[in-house]
């Protein structure tokens, strides 16, 4: 059932004295939530790509019937003034999760909640899904896309030289290339986007060697990693994805894919449709599986490794 085109609202709600920004485009009766977390220098813009509403993950999601949310992660967007309230990654966890429940307050939220993390925004989604302490809300899946374990050695040599404050030499093209993959307009305003938080140089530092492993194995729902064609951060080789998909040892299924036509930024690129409906085509498959599980709570689902 498709739903009339809907536009995403901003919102900006107080978290424990934090405001707190991002973008709803919300449905009447939504078969679940999805929750969107952009990466580095950007905002939850990322998912609603300016000028090209036909790109937009938060419209397409809402037009399949999900109420989609995008926040400006911890130190992006209103909270930026605030640095000392989201040093330690459970304040992080705490906005996230208290702006979700005041952007919907006591609306119905469907299955549960698909989280989706792309590049630096992965590390949020990452922590929302595995500290079940933090909320009583079903994490029913989670999507990840421009990530790793292991940075190809261009982008090391250019990320060594990163700061809160500055942007190294050379990371528009790494980020951005091959450019005729994107609309030039969009390119143009998002490279000249917001630098980043104080935070981001410690949990990129340990990121692949301690964060990353250490929150996939406390991941219990599916989980669907992309990888771009063009992808110039991170190696994604078959080793470099056999070794994601075992971190996710509580995880009853791990898929993987490739976007073709796209590189590190594959929201807001020419096949950003594409990538978007394969996503939510996951976020379908979560859906029936939680239906399936809460009709059927004695059901015990075996743990699969898929590619594809």
């Known amino acids: 059932m498709s739903h009339p085109a809907i536009a995403p609202r901003p919102r900006v709600v107080l978290v424990d004295g934090v405001p707190m920004s991002g973008l709803i485009a919300e449905v009447e009766d939504p078969k679940a939530v999805v929750l969107a977390f952009h990466g580095g220098a950007s905002t939850a813009a990322y998912f609603d790509c300016p000028g090209y509403p036909q790109l937009s993950l938060l419209r397409v999601g809402a037009a399949l019937g999900y109420t989609m949310v995008a926040l400006d992660r911890p130190g992006y967007g209103s909270s930026a003034p605030y640095p000392d309230a989201m040093d330690l990654p459970e304040q992080r966890v705490a906005l996230a999760y208290g702006a979700l429940d005041k952007f919907l307050a006591d609306k119905p939220r469907g299955a549960g909640l698909f989280l989706v993390g792309h590049s630096a925004g992965c590390e949020m989604a990452l922590r929302l899904a595995a500290d079940r302490r933090a909320t009583t809300e079903p994490v029913i899946g989670l999507e990840l896309a421009g990530t790793g374990l292991r940075y190809a050695e261009a982008a ?120 978007h409906l394969k996503v939510l085509s996951f976020v379908e498959e979560c859906v029936a599986a939680q239906r399936t599980r809460t009709q059927s709570p004695a059901t015990e689902t075996s743990q699969k490794r898929e590619a594809g």
């Open 156 to 275: 090391r040599n250019i990320l060594k030289a990163a700061t809160p404050t500055s942007r190294p030499s050379g990371l528009r093209e790494l980020l951005w290339q091959p450019e005729h993959l994107y609309p030039a307009d969009v390119l143009s305003s998002m490279t000249n986007a917001t630098t980043g938080a104080r935070y981001e140089i410690g949990t990129t530092r340990n990121w692949s060697r301690r964060d990353f492993p250490d929150l996939a194995a406390r991941v219990e729902a599916p989980v669907h990693f992309t990888v771009a064609e063009y992808e110039r951060v991170w190696q994604s080789g078959p080793d470099d994805l056999a070794q994601i998909g075992a971190l996710f040892t509580a995880s009853p299924r791990f898929v993987t894919g490739e976007q073709t036509g796209t590189g590190h930024n594959l929201s807001l690129s020419y096949h950003a449709t594409a990538y």
